[in-house]
């Protein structure tokens, strides 16, 4: 018997499996591969997030839906189409194979939230069923936290909730939220309508550019009308927990960053010799894959060409659908030996939700707005919902809706102590003094460093950095008796969170790392000068440009061999290179460097920009030169480069420099330093050097 495998339960592979089981009257046999054991009706992803919807409602199982299809919730690894099979997870996690007589590849793209810095580790994204629960549970979970706060600032900052994206999920997600929010609100005591902000963010003049621009303006209006905050024509740069920096130089700050743009190709389909359009698998008109004659592609995964208006068919599950019901009237065919059929599809129209029960929609030639368009959102999503039991539960949900308050319940997942990663921005605070901190900071890349404010002047002084590699724990400021000592990143910082409880049991079994934390947070970062007032006095009263340079840099280009550079650091007596690239400062390396290099399988004539210490520290010419002796006691460098405000090499300061800067003051004692005090800090700066 032929077998056809058909991998993804979504709009294009349910529709595909049930019309290939209705035409080959149980000729063939149909095998249907999907993660999941159920289908996701993506298109009401946003009810679920809003609480009007319940999830068990969005999600039909497919053994229900599709009863003589084999289904198998299994993970497809990997497509061989030289062998004619798949390679998918076995329920053990080996990987098996099966073969198939045809190949429908209808496996939808997936989320990818890596186009911005911070986007990953702090918005929120919508394509599961568990993105919706975790979204509706975030979303109650601030507004409990708003009703708690003690500040009008706390408050407004939990309750603004900020979307990407004015397409059809982020219009309608953001339209969701606000009816959420403000139904909740007379629920909560301290939270009142003004303090509530939902703010859409879109790159384009209008949302939803699909639209006439009657219906795009009437949206526009009535999302306004219902407080939503609507801003074109910016573009998001950087999320962090604080909210989102735009291009533009504007930040928006709120508790909560929704994500409805950024996808990726699936693996799958990325892995595939194949001809692709944008990462999609352009298919010949019949839908086959060319040069497949037994692979067919239908759905988001695929760019299918339309015959009815020449253009390709838009990633909407009206298309999938329609692309899979085809597709298996083409497979039908081949196997009855006739003729395949190119793809031909008439778009009825497109419907969208705005909220307040209210939606714009354009269906077969004609416009709606308002509550008729919602009305006719719904009920076609109604009844495009496959089995009769899943329409009566969205219905019921529905109507219950219209009279009984929203589900303010919330769960917290079960995630209680959680290893995650954080972004911030330069000068965002990590932690203040008196604050007390359920994670650690390890920091990944980017510095964190610990400031005061003077009491006379309100200036920030800066008491010491922290790089990449180190530990932030309340220890790091345990030294520190004034009230407004805290840890803010000093650039962009990217952080592992670590939940003190993970840690503890993760150290329990692995008895090194325990050592190394343990090290790391304990030792109060209060810097080496603390101990030395007046050389710190001393140091802090000049900058890096005043100290003697008694040694000009190396700078080597990234293609320049470490044999090279090292026998230029002999013959020069030099400490170390500074490498650069397009006249910025990318890495840095010691002979020490390159000897590890050479004894880890470099060669004299390998690249010294693939072995030096990428993205080191560098001070600028106006830095206090305390800093730069504090750093260097306290990560170990000889030396650091100087650099312009653009990241280009003006010098090097070596521990050479500081130690002879120090013993210039203790003889000198311009500034009550006494001789032991400077040169017992000196002696500290130049100790751990290596
Ligand atoms: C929030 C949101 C709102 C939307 N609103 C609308 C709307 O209003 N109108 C509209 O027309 N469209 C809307 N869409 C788009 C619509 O949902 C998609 O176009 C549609 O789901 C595409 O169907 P598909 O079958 O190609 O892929 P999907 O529905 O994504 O299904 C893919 C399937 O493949 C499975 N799969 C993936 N990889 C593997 C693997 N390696 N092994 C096994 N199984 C795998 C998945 O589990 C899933 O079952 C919305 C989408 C979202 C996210």
Request: charged share 20%.
């Amino acid at each position: 018997m032929k077998r056809i495998v058909i991998i993804g339960g979504g709009f294009a592979g349910v529709k595909c499996a049930r019309v290939l089981t209705k035409q080959l009257r149980g000729s063939a046999e149909v095998v249907l591969f999907s993660r999941d054991n159920h289908m996701v009706f993506q298109p009401l992803l946003p009810d679920v997030a809003g609480s009007s919807l319940n999830p068990r409602a969005v999600a039909p199982p497919l053994r229900l839906m599709l009863p003589r299809v084999h289904c198998r919730t299994e993970t497809v690894l990997a497509i061989d189409t030289a062998a004619n099979e798949v390679v998918h997870e076995g329920h053990d996690g080996a990987p098996r194979r099966m073969r198939y007589d045809h190949l429908v590849i209808a496996c939808g793209n997936v989320v990818n939230l890596n186009g911005l810095p911070g986007m990953a580790d702090h918005a929120l994204p919508l394509k599961t069923i568990g993105d919706a629960i975790a979204m509706r549970a975030h979303v109650m979970q601030k507004l409990e936290k708003a009703d708690l706060a003690e500040t009008a600032e706390q408050r407004a900052f939990y309750l603004t909730f900020i979307v990407v994206g004015g397409g059809f999920s982020g219009v309608e997600v953001a339209g969701e939220l606000n009816d959420l929010v403000r139904h909740s609100l007379p629920h909560y005591r301290n939270v009142r309508p003004e303090d509530v902000m939902v703010t859409l963010l879109h790159s384009q003049a209008e949302i939803l550019p699909e639209l006439s621009p009657g219906l795009r303006r009437f949206a526009q209006a009535r999302m306004a009308n219902r407080g939503i905050k609507l801003l074109c024509e910016v573009k998001a740069a950087e999320v962090t927990r604080r909210g989102v920096q735009l291009s533009n130089g504007r930040k928006v700050e709120g508790a909560t960053v929704i994500c409805t743009v950024g996808t990726a190709p699936n693996p799958l389909v990325a892995a595939l010799d194949a001809p692709k359009e944008r990462g999609r698998l352009a298919t010949d008109p019949d839908m086959r894959v060319p040069g497949h004659a037994n692979v067919w592609a239908v759905g988001d995964c695929a760019v299918v060409p339309n015959a009815f208006d020449g253009k390709t068919g838009p990633p909407t599950a009206q298309f999938a659908e329609r692309e899979g019901c085809q597709c298996a009237q083409n497979i039908a065919r081949m196997l009855r030996n006739e003729p395949t059929q190119a793809f031909r599809h008439k778009s009825f129209g497109m419907a969208c939700g705005i909220g307040g029960r209210r939606g714009v929609a354009e269906l077969f030639g004609l416009r709606f707005s308002g509550f008729p368009a919602w009305w006719l959102w719904r009920s076609g999503f109604l009844w495009k919902v496959p089995t009769v039991a899943q329409k009566l539960k969205v219905g019921i949900d529905w109507a219950w809706e219209l009279v009984f308050p929203r589900d303010l319940s919330h769960f917290r997942p079960a995630q209680s102590d959680p290893v995650g990663k954080a972004r911030f921005a330069a000068g965002e605070v990590l932690f203040r003094h008196g604050e007390t901190l359920t994670t650690l900071y390890a920091i990944a890349g980017g510095e964190a460093e610990v400031v005061q404010q003077c009491p006379h002047s309100g200036a920030w002084q800066v008491l010491s950095t922290i790089g990449s590699g180190s530990v932030i724990g309340e220890a790091t400021i345990a030294g520190h008796m004034n009230d407004s000592v805290q840890v803010r990143a000093r650039t962009p910082l990217d952080a592992w969170l670590l939940g003190k409880e993970s840690l503890s049991r993760l150290s329990q079994a692995l008895a090194p790392i325990e050592a190394i934390v343990q090290r790391a947070v304990s030792r109060p970062r209060t810097g080496i000068w603390q101990s030395h007032p007046a050389a710190m006095r001393a140091l802090m009263a000049r900058s890096v440009a005043e100290m003697p340079a008694g040694t000009l840099p190396i700078a080597a280009a990234t293609t320049d061999t470490i044999g090279e550079l090292y026998a230029r650091l002999v013959r020069e007596r030099q400490v170390g290179v500074v490498v650069c690239e397009n006249g910025r400062v990318i890495g840095v390396a010691t002979r020490t460097d390159m000897l590890d290099a050479l004894a880890h399988g470099a060669h004299g004539d390998s690249p010294i920009g693939e072995h030096c210490r990428r993205e080191p520290m560098c001070m600028q010419s106006g830095e206090p030169a305390a800093l730069a002796a504090e750093r260097m006691a306290d990560q170990g460098f000889k030396f650091l480069p100087v650099v312009d405000a653009d990241g280009r090499l003006t010098g090097l300061l070596t521990v050479d420099d500081i130690v002879a800067f120090a013993l210039s003051v203790a003889r000198d004692a311009p500034i009550e330093a006494t001789t032991c005090e400077v040169a017992a800090a000196a002696a500290e700066v130049a100790a751990p050097a290596h």
